[in-house]
Structure formats: C-alpha cells, structure tokens
Nanobody
Framework: QVQLVESGGGLVQAGGSLRLSCAAS????????MAWFRQAPGKEREFVAS????????YYADSVKGRFTISRDNAKNTVYLQMNSLKPEDTAVYYC??????????????????WGQGTQVTVSS
C-alpha cells in the first residue's frame, strides 16, 4: 500500500530554517505529483506548495512564496520542503500528499489522494 512518511520537523526560532522530507513507498513515485499542506491548531488544513511529476514545475501559496522551496528526488522517492525565514505563523503540522495528476494547482485536500501522518513544526518568537 502507499505510504508517505514525513520527517524533519522540530522547534526553531523565528528567522531560522528547517528542511522537511517525505519518503514515499508503494507507488511509482515519478508518476505522482506531490504537495505539502499544513494545519495549525483550530484551523483547516491549507495548501503550502506542490511539484509536478518531473520536478520541473512548482506552485506556492502566497504566504510562503520566496521563503519555502519544494523539490523532489525521484531516484530516492522523496519530496522535500526547504523552509527559510520561518515565522511564528508557520507553526503547524506539515503533511505531504500525493496524487496521480498532471496538474499541480490543486489547492484543496480533496484533490490529493494519499497523505502522510504529518510532522510538527514549531516556530518560536
């Protein structure tokens, strides 16, 4: 079965950086677009970034554009989220998602078929 396992979360001061990883198994990784979402306490899960199958095309939420970078290594079945200039409002559980789609502008959770269990990111002020 498909498994997505996130790692790399933790506690960081405002202005710092973290790199999240999501290791995929049980699927032909290069045949799936990948995305990162996040969910803060009391809020709905929101789109952060997505990347197409080949890794050439990416899309970002306005709130993270210029600070976060999504990338993937199809040889390692892994997608990454490099987060720089972190702010307290970036505090959330971060989830990776996968879907067999050629589109990457899929901003709702219903459009993504597979999900990881999430990793906590906490940014202190």
């Amino acid at each position: 079965q498909v498994q997505l396992v996130e790692s790399g979360g933790g506690l960081v001061q405002a202005g710092g950086s973290l790199r999240l990883s999501c290791a995929a198994s049980g699927l032909t990784f290069s045949g799936y677009a990948m995305a990162w979402f996040r969910q803060a306490p009391g809020k709905e899960r929101e789109f952060v970034a997505s990347i197409n199958r080949s890794g050439v095309t990416t899309y970002y939420a306005d709130s993270v554009k210029g600070r976060f970078t999504i990338s993937r290594d199809n040889a390692k079945n892994t997608v990454y989220l490099q987060m720089n200039s972190l702010k307290p409002e970036d505090t959330a559980v971060y989830y990776c998602a996968a879907d067999r789609t050629f589109r990457i502008v899929q901003l709702t959770t219903l459009e993504w078929n597979y999900w990881g269990q999430g990793t906590q990111v906490t940014v202190s002020s």
